[in-house]
Structure formats: structure tokens, C-alpha cells
């Protein structure tokens, strides 16, 4: 398994009396959460290697199950547990397409050449996610949409913006 470990979810809660857990993940339909595909799952910042038994989308939710976890009490050590996987098991993006956690650390810039700040974290909201873009004195929140993201240049370390009028004042 990969060094670098990418977090892909929280677990929630329990569901049933079998062993299954709610996933809050990141992305709901990601192929890399399959049967047999071995996971980490890091709590209190401890790491656990463990396997999928299965998974299966619930009600807008991802629900797991844990190879050898067959009933509720043991399921339940988890909860709170956040899920990750080995960098090297997840899909390739499609051209023109990142994971979140690699616009982490972007330095942001509008389409003027205006630098706002760097990516520090992304928050997740059911009305749309943001990027947390920090710079020595504030927190901008930066909404994750195509029409607001401009462009993202990995390999530079950039990401262009164009600025919503107000955005900065907020």
C-alpha cells in the first residue's frame, strides 16, 4: 500500500444489525470503493488496514461493509473512522478533470494575475462545495464551479479564478 493516503469519506453511523456503515463520501459513484479492495481506516489518529466486504449506494448515501464485520457492535467501533485509500488505487482522471485533494495547496489567482491566496482545504456543502483559500491576513471562500474556476494548472501549481464581483469584501 501506497505512502500516501488519500481520504475518501467519514463514517457516520450504522446501518442495520449486519455490520454495514454509512459513508459520507466524497464522491458517491467512485469505482475505487469495490468489493476486496483494501482500505485504511484512520481514527484518533490511528491507522487501520482493513478489506471491503461490499458497498452499496442507500438513499444518497454510500454504505460499507467490512470483511469479517458481520454485526452491529463491531461495526460500531468505527463510526467516525474516515476512510482512505492508497493514491495508486484511485481511477485516472479524465483530461481536464482532478480530485479535490490536488487542488489542496494551489496558489489562486483571478484571471487578472491577482494572487488571492492558496487552496488550504475544501469544504463540502450540500448547496456546493467551496475551496478555503487563505492568505496571511483572511479566509476567502471560493465556490467550486465551473463558472467561478477558470482553470487549474496542476504541474504549475495554479489555480485561475474568475472573480465574482463582492467576493473579497465578504
Known sequence: M????????KLVATHGIEGWLKLNTYNLH????????QIVLEKGGIHSPQFLESSKVHKGHLLVK??????INFAKTWVGSTLLVAEEDLEPPQPGEYYYYQAVGLEVFTTQGERIGKVTRIWIK?????????DASKEYLVPAVKEVIEKIDLPAGKMIINLPEGLLEV
Open 126 to 134: 450540500e448547496g456546493g462545495d467551496l475551496y478555503v483559500v487563505t
Open 2 to 9: 501506497s505512502d500516501r493516503l488519500i481520504p475518501l469519506g
Open 30 to 37: 467512485s469505482p475505487t470503493l469495490g468489493s476486496g479492495r
Open 66 to 71: 467490512l470483511q469479517g464485520t458481520n454485526e
